[in-house]
């Protein structure tokens, strides 16, 4: 059997060391100095205990006390003697070199561990059906549902967007709620518990609350049933006004300024801030959210949302960022809140823009206006989607050659704030990849299946509702071009480099491919993973969790697969001849020229509009003028 994890193992605390009794000796100066036990047989201590740290103190119940002998640095150049001052405690273990004081109301069924520094606050307990934030169904999306997604402490962006998926398969929610709920029960502690150099000060209330390692809490209104995963290097910051219940903190996450979370998710190193509300919403990797509002809203990495009035609900997104006063509304009429959407890798929407739900737009698009028609645009990524009163355009391919792209695919990676140690969330950072670039190949055929039966001679085509000027379908088969090009040469110059030229060995990679909220991967991959959680061949979260990364770590074989039938079908080629080869490579340089040129030609406009200052064009010009050094 499975042996159970203990409370030392998730927080480092000294909970299976040795205790004595008080002597009679230090019962006397605890007493002296205004301390008093309901019982002090029920008070042990470690050898080296002394009781001289320790003023107005009231004990309750099973306590266990480390050592007290160090300073405890309080701020920044200002230290005070570790001891219990002024603190109510109850079945409280406490280990070494703790301060503790000004406890307005108790401290009631946690563990603490070394080195922290917990004053002025009200209340801290552990009461009977404490979940600490895990093994709560929320809905995601659909915010009228059944819940599709499951918070615990190892969820990645990978598993959310594959539970949100596939959740109406019974089967697959009845095998992975069984699986997670299995992963819980092993590694859940009895009671709440405080991990080594915490710092919890100013703060109110904090119920069924495990807080990790060097996680600093200074002002919370309130924690209840949340699990907040810091760590020394990649630690968390819980600021002034705070209320979260139900959810989980990932690392290096920054939680500040009047925050209000219920039933959510923050993944690794993300930034709340600024008064931003959120209910049964999941935020992963590097997502920066203030001012605003989510409900039922699945934020994948790089989500961003800066501005008041900008309220993101029932979509699903990532690399995407929010224009003040964006708004998506998931209301069928009087039926309630009952439509969701995507929103595609890179997404873009403009100050004042409105999507009404279901919609689903294509990767790297941008929306600008009031988009009331529930457009799915998949098949035209890298779009301009505007509305102009009730008539709607779409410019296929423009974001291809923006400076806004160019800044982004380049900015992402930098900033990457994650620790190595606790990267959970899998992300490829691929602009072009099977999965866009497939967007792209059919978004290609569209243009000119519409050229074709149109005319030449026309001033527009209309495709689902929009309109698409004729020098915009133009452009639009240029810059696909251009991209499918710049794609296979790319991959094509590191199959030779990384030796895998050649005709692939597997057929795994071809066909669709998806985005799971980060991770790219085939659709053939993704169908396996799903049977085998059904048939009971991944039989923990763990292999789940592992088989992401085994389908990421071979990414590029599975890309060269894909790219190899491309590349055949692009060029009419029966196999890859080195001639083939040569062109291939020309065309790769000749695309990349084209598309700088093209991006060079966006950032001289911006920059005559007058709001770029000469340095900053100066600056990204010259960048631009070494993407030559990547053409070898």
């Keep these: 059997m499975r042996e159970k994890k203990t409370l030392l193992n998730q927080t480092q605390i000294h909970f299976m060391r040795t205790y004595r009794q008080l002597t009679e000796a230090e019962i006397q100066v605890l007493e002296n100095n205004s301390c008093w036990a309901e019982d002090w047989n029920r008070v042990h201590v470690a050898e080296d205990f002394s009781p001289y740290g320790f003023h107005r103190v009231i004990f309750y119940g099973d306590i266990q006390l480390g050592v007290f002998e160090k300073q405890v640095e309080v701020t920044k150049g200002f230290t005070k003697h570790a001891g219990i001052n002024d603190a109510t405690l109850r079945n409280v273990t406490v280990g070494d070199n703790c301060l503790i004081e000004k406890v307005g109301n108790f401290i009631n069924n946690y563990t603490i561990g070394d080195d922290c520094y917990i004053s002025n606050i009200s209340t801290m307990e552990t009461t009977e059906g404490a ?43 009845d095998s992975i709620t069984r699986l997670i709920n299995e992963e819980i029960r092993f590694t859940q502690p009895e009671r709440g518990a405080i991990g080594n150099g915490v710092k919890i000060i100013n703060s109110k209330e904090i119920t069924n609350t495990v807080v ?13 049933d949340c699990t907040i995963l810091s760590s020394k290097d990649d630690s968390v910051y819980i600021g002034t006004g705070v209320i979260c219940e139900n959810s989980i903190i990932c690392n290096g996450c920054s939680i500040t300024n009047s925050v209000k979370m219920q039933d959510c998710f923050v993944g690794e190193a993300c930034q709340i801030t600024n008064g931003f509300t959120a209910e049964a919403s999941v935020f992963f990797a590097n997502s920066y959210m203030a001012n605003g509002e989510a409900c039922a809203a699945f934020c994948g990495p790089f ?13 699903e997104f990532s690399f995407y960022n929010a224009g003040s006063n964006t708004n998506f509304s998931n209301h069928a009429y009087k039926m309630g809140p009952l439509h969701y959407g995507t929103l595609e890798r890179g997404t873009k929407t403009a100050s004042g823009a409105y999507v009404l739900m279901p919609a689903k737009i294509g990767a790297f698009s941008v929306c600008f206006g009031k988009l009331m028609n529930h457009p799915d645009m998949r098949c035209l990524p ?59 190949v059919q978004g290609k055929k569209i243009l000119e299946n519409l050229r074709q039966a149109g005319g030449t001679n026309v001033s527009s085509y209309n495709f689902q509702e929009y309109i698409i000027n004729t020098s915009s379908l133009k452009k639009g088969i240029k810059y696909y071009d251009i991209a499918l090009r710049i794609y296979m040469g790319a991959v094509l110059k590191r199959a030779v480099k990384g030796g895998f030229l050649g005709e692939p060995a597997s057929t795994v990679g071809q066909g669709q491919w998806n985005d799971l909220s980060g991770l790219l991967l085939p659709a053939s991959e993704e169908q396996r993973l799903l049977e085998d959680i059904k048939n009971g061949t991944l039989e923990s979260i763990g292999q789940v969790l592992a088989r992401f990364d085994e389908i990421n770590a071979h990414y590029r074989e599975y890309q060269w697969t894909w790219t190899y039938k491309l590349i055949l079908d692009y060029y009419g080629l029966d196999e890859l001849t080195e001639e083939a080869m040569q062109r291939i490579r020309e065309d790769y340089v000749r695309a990349r020229r084209a598309w700088i040129a093209e991006i060079r030609k966006d950032a001289q406009k911006e920059f005559e509009m007058g709001d770029v200052e000469q340095e900053v064009y100066d600056d990204f010009i010259s960048k631009l003028d070494h993407e030559i050094d990547y053409e070898d």
């Design 212 to 224: 990790r390692d060097d996680c600093e809490i200074n002002g919370a209104a309130r924690l209840s």
């Design 303 to 315: 989500s961003a949302s800066h501005h008041k009035s900008s309220l993101l609900i029932g979509g």
């Design 131 to 173: 979940t600490f934030g895990e093994g709560h169904l929320i809905s995601v999306l659909n915010e009228m549902g059944d819940g599709n997604l499951i918070l615990f402490r190892d969820l990645n962006s990978q598993l959310a967007a594959f539970m949100v998926k596939y959740f109406s398969d019974k089967q697959l929610k």
């Design 382 to 440: 890298f779009a301009y989607l505007m509305a102009y009163g009730e008539t709607m355009y779409i410019v296929p391919g423009r974001n291809i050659t923006t400076v806004g792209l160019y800044r982004d695919i380049k900015k992402w990676p930098k900033r990457d704030k994650r620790a190595a140690s606790s990267r959970k969330s899998i992300i490829n950072f691929d602009w072009l990849s099977p999965f866009t670039v497939g967007e792209i």
